[in-house]
């Protein structure tokens, strides 16, 4: 059934992550109206958002866009000719690629799943907790609510963290490259933005995918300048300032990270990947606050 199921399993987790990341603007918003009129109002702010990132940005970067995307899968089949010589590595990355991406049809019914379960969780989340709270007994009830309440707002604020570190990702690399009049500088800045949601991974990709089309147009003196900026913003970013953002959120070691983000990819694909890091902190407060002192109390 889990098999069978999991598209729907991760559409409700990766709903309960946005969902969670949207509870405390919907808790503002319930003050001054209903719940039911403060989630439809925070629903249609992130729509209205993500229609004004489309809208404005505009001409140059939908041309921008539409031009790399026609463009880039001949620019990366020209950048792996040789590797696709060689049959051994064509049937070795084949299945990894099929594995890594799922189909379009398969990524827009989970997109649409996502979006319906968001509302249902905002509105149903509450009472489900409560009936929860009712099957464990009174004197664990305290403990309990403070445990749901800090795994939704760490949730919170990665959301809210990872919206912050990928706009501030995608604002560096477009300015670093528009500086030097590097082509596709809105495109390939939006792509690092996006690609900040793969931990570790994310940024190497977006340097590859950087040079590999700067190169295609511009020629390896200028691909090579790409990289330097794009790998720059990403080292700041996760140097600097990233901890700083995410400190509260996903105060997760790093090996943790890389092997939630390398099961994730095995077990889902890209799904899993981008799920990981929230998966894991979820894993990581029920350690730390359920599973270690129930242990250590046992063996007192």
């Known amino acids: 059934m889990i098999v069978r199921g999991h598209i729907v399993l991760l559409s409700l987790f990766a709903a309960i992550v946005l969902g969670e990341g949207l509870r405390p603007f919907v808790n503002v918003l319930a003050k001054r109206m209903t719940r039911a009129a403060a989630i439809g109002v925070a629903l249609a702010t992130v729509v209205g958002a993500l229609a004004l990132m ?59 799943l996502t979006a319906i379960l968001v509302v249902f969780w905002l509105t149903s989340s509450d009472g489900f907790g409560a009936f929860l709270l009712s099957l464990a007994p009174e004197r664990r009830r305290a403990e309990l609510t403070a445990l749901f309440d800090e795994i939704g707002n760490n949730l ?8 912050v570190n990928g706009s501030m990702v995608a604002i ?9 009049g590097l082509p596709y500088a809105a495109a390939i800045a939006i792509l690092q933005g996006l690609l900040t949601l793969i931990p570790y991974l994310g940024p190497a ?15 390896w003196t200028k691909a090579a300048l790409a990289i330097a ?29 890389v092997v939630a983000t390398a099961l994730g990819g095995a077990l889902f694909g890209i799904i899993g990947v ?21 242990i250590r109390e046992h063996n007192a």
Not at 205 to 219: N, Q, S
Request: net charge neutral; charged share 10%; with cysteine.
């Open 172 to 180: 560096e690399c477009g300015a670093g490259l528009l500086l030097f």
């Open 54 to 112: 489309w809208l404005l940005p505009l001409r140059e970067l939908i041309a921008q866009g539409v031009a790399l995307s026609s463009s880039l899968p001949e620019m990366i089949a020209n950048a792996v000719l040789a590797a696709k010589q060689s049959p051994q590595v064509a049937s070795a990355l084949a299945p990894i690629g099929e594995r890594l991406f799922p189909k379009l049809s398969v990524a827009l019914s989970m997109l649409g």
């Open 274 to 294: 981008l799920l990981a890091v929230p998966a894991a902190s979820i894993l990581q407060t029920l350690v730390i606050k359920v599973i270690a002192p129930a």
């Open 229 to 257: 900026i794009v790998s720059l913003a990403h080292i700041v970013q996760g140097s600097f300032v990233s901890p700083l953002i995410f400190k509260r959120a996903i105060d997760i070691d790093p090996l943790v990270t």
């Open 156 to 163: 919170s604020a990665y959301v809210l963290g990872t919206l």
């Open 205 to 219: 990709v977006g340097a590859i995918v950087a040079g590999i089309v700067v190169l295609a147009v511009a020629g």
